[in-house]
């Protein structure tokens, strides 16, 4: 191989060093230079999902289900994209480029149902799993449509459908939902699992149904896509032409025993100064379970293919142990953290700082406060900043 020189040279090791180097997962920002709150909404829409902060260009973005806010530092709202009418959920930035990757559900259960009836619409989607590929600088004004306007480009993902799809046998009872799959909610960028740095994985968090009397909903699993060739799939948003492209599998599905959850990970988030990818849940109702609002997975463990309990149809897979910390269920061996934010919205600067979106609903509407908070040692886990 012939080493380039000079500026060529200079370019190729900066690249180089951007694509593996940890600090590339998130931009470590300034802490004096975050605002302590930056308050978002009152909108006529559903409840904040997820947010995402670009350190760059100072913004922020957050979820109210069925649309998408872009605001600066001050809580100066700069656009937004509307009319969705899917369910997009969590959020993150990819440093490489700026774009906003989400998760965005269209389907027919509950959730899906409960969509078309707040926005009025009576359109009929066929089921589709999607990660939104949004490009931000594109959003300068309200009311934008995320297909027509050139913001949102999806790629599917049929693993998760197949998943949503499928009917199997647990405890002799046929139930609807391979692994309880609810879709898809959290979405992060990391490292591959038993690493804690190198090239970086698009990381993919099923939601989960949380029905008390069936046995296979007890695991998080996770999906690690690598994206570098996902152009390739990525096709405007439309709502009347569906593209059911994407890659035919992940690079690898991992599970996560966690005992009870309603609806899986909500939010999920790596933070690169801790190396533990957070998953924050809303919480469960099985009573042999602790049922936290918090879990964590420290990036360094290796996942070990284990017995899957209570998965009959699937009995082993690749297992991540949680990470200590927090609090600790002697009866289950399950840890994990009573901290109630982040369901809704968080965002780890890769600094051991993070804002956690407080939600509010009130006459004006949906309210969001994305508030400054630090990751502690004690059991509560994280402390809100004060200057």
């Known amino acids: 191989m012939k080493i380039k020189t000079g500026t060529q040279g200079i370019i190729l090791i900066m690249s180089l060093l951007m694509m593996?180097?940890?600090?590339?997962?998130?931009?470590?920002?300034?802490?004096?230079?975050?605002?302590?709150t930056i308050k978002c909404g009152p909108f006529k829409a559903m409840h904040t999902q997820g947010i995402a902060v670009d350190v760059?260009?100072?913004?922020?973005?957050?979820?109210?289900?069925t649309m998408l806010a872009k605001y600066d530092y001050n809580g100066n709202l700069l656009g937004?994209?509307?009319?969705?009418?899917?369910?997009?959920?969590?959020?993150?930035?990819?440093?490489?480029?700026?774009?906003?990757?989400?998760?965005?559900?269209y389907k027919d259960d509950v959730i899906g149902q409960g969509i078309m009836k707040h926005e009025k619409s009576d359109k009929n989607f066929q089921n589709n799993f999607y990660v939104a590929i949004i490009d931000g600088d594109k959003i300068n004004r309200m009311g934008m449509d995320?297909?027509?306007?050139?913001?949102?480009?999806?790629?599917?993902?049929?693993?998760?459908?197949?998943?949503?799809?499928?009917?199997?046998?647990?405890?002799?009872?046929?139930?609807?939902?391979?692994?309880?799959?609810?879709?898809?909610?959290?979405?992060?960028?990391?490292p591959r699992?038993?690493?804690?740095?190198?090239?970086?994985?698009?990381t993919v968090a099923y939601g989960v149904y949380g029905d008390t009397d069936r046995s296979d909903n007890d695991y998080q699993v996770l999906l690690q896509y690598d994206i570098a060739k996902w152009e390739k799939y990525a096709r405007p948003l439309s709502l009347d032409n569906p593209t059911f492209k994407g890659p035919s599998k992940p690079a690898g599905r991992?599970?996560?025993?966690?005992?009870?959850?309603?609806?899986?990970?909500q939010n999920l988030e790596y933070d690169?100064?801790?190396?533990?990818?957070?998953?924050?849940?809303?919480?469960?109702?099985?009573?042999?379970?602790?049922?936290?609002?918090?879990?964590a997975v420290k990036a360094a463990s290796r996942p070990e293919v284990k017995e899957l309990v209570g998965i009959p149809y699937c009995t082993?897979?690749?297992?991540?142990?949680?990470?200590?910390?927090?609090?600790?269920?002697?009866?289950?061996?399950?840890?994990?953290?009573?901290?109630?934010?982040?369901?809704?919205?968080?965002?780890?600067?890769?600094?051991?700082?993070?804002?956690?979106?407080?939600?509010?609903?009130?006459?004006?509407?949906?309210?969001?406060?994305?508030?400054?908070?630090r990751r502690t040692s004690g059991p509560e886990g994280f402390e809100p900043v004060k200057r």
Request: positive net charge; aromatic residues 14%.
């Open 316 to 373: 082993k897979g690749k297992v991540i142990p949680l990470a200590e910390g927090g609090l600790r269920d002697e009866n289950t061996g399950v840890s994990g953290w009573n901290f109630r934010y982040g369901s809704m919205g968080m965002h780890s600067f890769g600094n051991g700082y993070f804002y956690f979106s407080e939600n509010k609903s009130d006459k004006e509407g949906q309210k969001a406060v994305l508030r400054l908070y």
């Open 20 to 36: 593996f180097s940890p600090a590339s997962i998130k931009i470590h920002a300034q802490v004096d230079d975050l605002p302590l």
């Open 254 to 265: 991992y599970f996560v025993h966690t005992g009870s959850t309603d609806w899986g990970v």
């Open 146 to 190: 995320g297909g027509r306007d050139g913001v949102v480009k999806v790629v599917s993902l049929p693993t998760v459908l197949d998943d949503y799809s499928a009917k199997v046998n647990v405890g002799g009872k046929i139930r609807e939902h391979r692994f309880a799959c609810s879709g898809i909610d959290g979405i992060s960028f990391g």
């Open 193 to 202: 699992f038993g690493k804690i740095s190198g090239k970086q994985y698009l």
């Open 272 to 295: 690169a100064s801790s190396g533990l990818w957070y998953m924050a849940v809303y919480r469960g109702k099985k009573p042999n379970f602790p049922n936290y609002y918090l879990y």
């Open 56 to 65: 760059k260009k100072r913004v922020v973005y957050c979820s109210f289900t």
């Open 80 to 105: 937004t994209v509307t009319g969705l009418l899917g369910h997009l959920g969590c959020l993150d930035i990819d440093e490489r480029d700026g774009k906003v990757y989400g998760s965005l559900e």
